[in-house]
């Protein structure tokens, strides 16, 4: 799996540099001659710049455009949003800045002010010279354009590395050290040394930045296809540790023997790369990862919604993709911890799931991560060892698997996708297609009955409630009501129970289960 590496070059600060960029895609210059058309109406220039230049260089898919205008982008906004057939909203109001929503392109439009008496002026502002790229949107219609390019950005480009347009940038705003190395991450592009000497003299500061700020380019990264590379990258830099100070205790902590020649933190890197493999849309070029992947898609192959299943945003912005990644980080947060000796000398991590769970929600709630992320990831790590357990005693029960899905809380197939990278992570370069070949049938067995009996295990429908459990006990509504319910559905799962008169018998049963146990 790859690394995103420090460049080894100093690179000096390039010349501005005459480049032609060439537009080929219709749609695109005809989004963009539409914005031309509304700013020239308002007596305004406008100006692609930023990622939208950068990805077209790169030869990139477009889907953010930054537009830099020399008017108000507030009023700017809504005659665009109705030309564009958007929708409008002040992204930055206090700062001036604009956001056009494409929903049907999957695209958004920002409009933002310029900082500077001049474009020229405000790209030496810009934090990185790769981002410093400017083409004058009143000459784009003709599909070709020359480039402002003051800071040498397009040689950076052409030599695939991230450099910073100067020190004073970063320290104006802490939050683009964190943003160097997610944009390093997503073009699988070099930190040039300089820069990197300057990330690591400056990293304490990233503080500064507010947690939501923080949170959003963790989010980006994990979203990329090397988020494991991204951890690395962080950590070189220096940022790793100060972002994420809870998993510093993790460093050097030494595993058992079965595992790699990890200490907790390698293996939790490992594990994000382990996903990324995985979760890749095409197979890695490496042997055995390349098998691996073969081997548990051609698998799944009855079950390619999986596909958009890991597409599917958990709150805006955050895929299920994403957040499982970063849950593979933070799986194993508690084993410095709960790291115990037996008098044989074995070592263990007594509940390092639970109190992981705990670790990471405190953690996610600092980073200002919503409700729901918080509890998907902390019910993943607290069930990341189950998998293996369901299948110990060979294979799994309807009641094991339908606890399984019930405790997971709707992150029952990330977990299994948890559980493998876990194993990867741990064996590492050892691992073999045929050592892993149990992991992918016992996954595939779980995921045939999440799919083909959904309405009778993993969510057998209702066939009594607590209406009738306290007409027929003279129940009255409290904790022994749902345990009872709880106990039905889950015999209902396991095949148990089918008729409302077997779970009426059920209750009647654990009832007297229950009065014979207060009565000792």
């Known amino acids: 799996m790859g690394r995103v590496n420090l460049a080894k070059q100093r690179l000096n600060s390039a010349e501005p ?54 008017g108000d982008p507030l009023t700017l906004g809504p005659t665009l949003a109705e030309a564009a057939g958007g929708i409008y909203f002040a992204l930055q109001e206090e700062r001036g800045q604009a956001r056009v929503l494409l929903t049907g392109r999957g695209m958004h439009i920002d409009l933002i002010p310029l900082r500077a008496p001049d474009i020229e002026a405000d790209l030496r502002l810009r934090d990185y010279t790769i981002d410093a790229l400017a083409a004058s949107l009143s000459e784009i219609r003709s599909g070709e354009v020359t480039l402002i390019d003051p800071t040498g950005g397009v040689g950076d480009i052409a030599a695939r590395v991230v450099r910073m347009t100067g020190e004073q940038q970063l ?21 040039e040394a300089e820069t990197a000497e300057a990330i690591l003299r ?49 460093r050097g902590v030494e595993q058992p023997t079965n595992h790699h020649a990890y200490d907790v933190l390698g293996h939790s890197f490992a594990t994000v790369e382990a996903l ?94 919503s409700s729901r992320e918080v509890s998907g990831v902390a019910a993943m790590i607290d069930a990341h060892l189950r998998p293996m357990q369901l299948g110990q005693s060979g294979q799994p029960t309807r009641r094991a698997v339908y606890r399984f899905f019930r405790d997971t809380r709707g992150f029952g197939i990330d977990t299994l996708f948890l559980a493998m990278a876990d194993h990867l992570g741990s064996v590492g370069p050892r691992v073999t297609a045929e050592s892993f070949e149990y ?31 306290m007409a027929a006990f003279a129940l009255q509504p409290g904790e022994l009501l749902g345990d009872l319910l709880e106990a039905v559905r889950e015999a209902q799962a396991a095949g148990e129970v089918g008729t409302r008169e077997q779970a009426l018998e059920l209750a009647r049963a654990k009832l007297a289960e229950v009065a014979a146990a207060a009565r000792q």
Not at 322 to 329: H, N, Q, V
Request: glycine residues 6%; negative net charge; hydrophobic residues 45%.
């Open 17 to 70: 540099a005459v480049t032609t960029l060439r537009i080929d895609n219709p749609e695109l210059l005809s989004l963009l001659s539409a914005i031309a058309d509304v700013t020239e109406a308002a007596s305004a220039h406008a100006w692609a710049t930023g990622g939208l230049v950068r990805d077209l260089l790169a030869g990139r898919t477009v889907y953010d455009l930054d537009i830099a205008v020399d």
């Open 439 to 469: 992991h992918i049938a016992l996954t595939s067995y779980i995921l045939h009955i999440r799919y083909s009996e959904e309405d009778t295990v993993i969510s057998p429908k209702r066939i009594i409630d607590g209406d009738d459990l």
């Open 202 to 250: 400056n990293a304490a500061r990233l503080t500064e930045a507010a947690p939501e700020r923080l949170r959003d380019e963790m989010v980006r990264i994990f979203s990329c296809e090397n988020a494991g590379a991204g951890m690395r990258l962080l950590d070189e830099l220096g940022l790793f540790s100060v972002l994420l100070p809870e998993m510093e205790r993790t």
């Open 276 to 369: 990324d493999m995985l979760l890749l849309d095409e197979p890695p070029g490496e042997a055995p990862m390349r098998e691996i992947w073969q081997e548990l898609w051609a698998d799944l192959a009855w079950c390619m919604e999986l596909r958009d299943y890991f597409r599917e945003e958990v709150t805006p912005g955050t895929t299920r993709r994403a957040l499982l990644k970063f849950c593979g980080l933070l799986h194993d947060i508690a084993k410095p911890q709960t790291k115990s000796f037996e008098p044989s000398g074995r070592m263990r991590f007594f509940g390092h799931s639970d109190l992981g769970a705990e670790m990471a929600t405190a953690l996610l709630r600092r980073l200002r991560f």
């Open 171 to 191: 320290q104006h705003d802490p939050l683009r050290m964190l943003r160097g190395a997610r944009i390093a991450t997503q073009l699988s592009f070099a930190v």
